[in-house]
C-alpha cells in the first residue's frame, strides 16, 4: 500500500486498485490518497467512484495492525467493491485543506512556545496542545507572534534522516511521550524555512507549503490543566474582541 499524502498532501484524487475487503466492510487499496488517523491528525472523508458511476461513502480513514495499513471505512448501506477493481479516489478536500491549516498552525504554535508536547488533537475548527509548563503565557502575545510567521510566509518542506541524525539530534523531538516510530528507516522531518531556520522536527502528518496559507487563526484559550500542564486552543478567524 502506497501512502500517496507522504509525498503530496495536495493530491485529493488518484486512481487505486482494491486489494481486499475487510470482514467489518474496510476497504484496502494499493495506493491512496486518504490521511489515516495518526498523531493527532483525524483521517480523511470522501468517496470512493466505481467504474459504473456509483460511490462508496468513506466516513473514515484509520490505521491497521500496522501504520503502514491504511483501512477506508464506508459509511453505513454502501456498495462493497470487489478485489481487484479499479476505483477513483475522491478526499474531502475542504475539510482536509482546513486540517492542514490547522496542523501547520500547531507546528508554529510550538515555535511560539518552546516547551515539551505533552498532547495534541487536530480539529477543523479548534485545534489543541498541551504543553509541559507551568509559565503563564498571555494569548495574545501567543497570537501575535503565531501570526509573525504566518505573515513572513516562510516556505514548508520535507525532509528525510536516518535513525542516526536523530539520536544525533535529540532537541528535534517536542513530543515528551510520543517517540517517532522505530526500526523503519528513514524518518520524515517538517521543516519551516530557509534551511529550517524557523523549525524541524519529525511529523507524519500534511501540512500546507507555506505558512501564510496557514490564514488567519488566534488562541482561543490557555487553560490551567494541573500545576505542570498548560492547555492551548488554536482556532481560526480573527480573535474576539
Ligand atoms: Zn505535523
Same mark, same amino acid.
Given at each position: ?9 495536495? /493530491? +485529493? ?15 484496502? /487499496? ?27 461513502? *468513506? ?11 491504511? $483501512? =477506508? ?11 481487484? %477493481?479499479?476505483?477513483?479516489? =475522491? *478526499?474531502?478536500?475542504?475539510?482536509? =485543506?482546513?486540517?492542514?491549516?490547522? !496542523? &501547520?498552525?500547531?507546528?508554529?504554535? +510550538? ?9 495534541? +488533537?487536530? +480539529? %477543523?475548527?479548534?485545534?489543541? @496542545? ?14 501575535? #507572534? ?7 510566509? !516562510?516556505? *514548508?518542506?520535507? #525532509?528525510?534522516?536516518?535513525? %542516526? ?26 521543516? $519551516? ?12 502528518? &500534511? !501540512?500546507? &507549503? ?6 488567519? $487563526?488566534?488562541?482561543?484559550? *490557555? %487553560?490551567?490543566?494541573? #500545576? ?5 486552543? @488554536? ?7
Amino acid at each position: 500500500m502506497k501512502a500517496l499524502f507522504v509525498e503530496d498532501a495536495y /493530491l +485529493s484524487t488518484a486512481e487505486a486498485l482494491v486489494t481486499s475487503v475487510r470482514e467489518d466492510g474496510g476497504i484496502m /487499496l494499493d495506493r491512496t490518497c486518504f490521511y489515516a488517523t495518526s498523531g493527532g491528525q483525524p483521517g480523511d472523508t470522501g468517496f470512493l467512484e466505481r467504474d459504473n458511476g456509483e460511490t462508496i461513502a *468513506i466516513a473514515g480513514t484509520v490505521t491497521g495492525a500496522s501504520k503502514s495499513e491504511i $483501512i =477506508h471505512v464506508p459509511a453505513p448501506d454502501q456498495p462493497s467493491p470487489e478485489v481487484g %477493481e479499479k476505483l477513483v479516489l =475522491h *478526499i474531502d478536500w475542504e475539510r482536509r =485543506h482546513r486540517l492542514m491549516r490547522m !496542523h &501547520t498552525a500547531c507546528h508554529l504554535l +510550538s515555535v511560539v512556545c518552546p516547551f515539551p508536547i505533552t498532547g495534541a +488533537s487536530v +480539529s %477543523e475548527t479548534d485545534s489543541r @496542545i498541551d504543553f509541559d509548563m507551568s509559565e503563564t503565557i498571555d494569548k495574545a502575545e501567543v497570537t501575535a #507572534k503565531m501570526m509573525d510567521l504566518i505573515r513572513a510566509n !516562510h516556505p *514548508i518542506y520535507t #525532509k528525510w534522516i536516518t535513525e %542516526e541524525d536523530l539520536d544525533a539530534n535529540p532537541d528535534l523531538v517536542k513530543s515528551k511521550n510520543v517517540r517517532p516510530p522505530r526500526g523503519q528507516g528513514e524518518i520524515r522531518l517538517v521543516c $519551516i524555512g530557509e534551511d529550517a531556520a524557523v523549525d524541524s522536527q519529525p511529523c507524519g502528518g &500534511t !501540512h500546507v &507549503t507555506e505558512t501564510a496559507e496557514v490564514g488567519e $487563526i488566534h488562541i482561543g484559550k *490557555i %487553560e490551567k490543566k494541573g #500545576k505542570e500542564n498548560r492547555r492551548f486552543r @488554536i482556532r481560526f478567524g480573527p480573535a474576539p474582541d
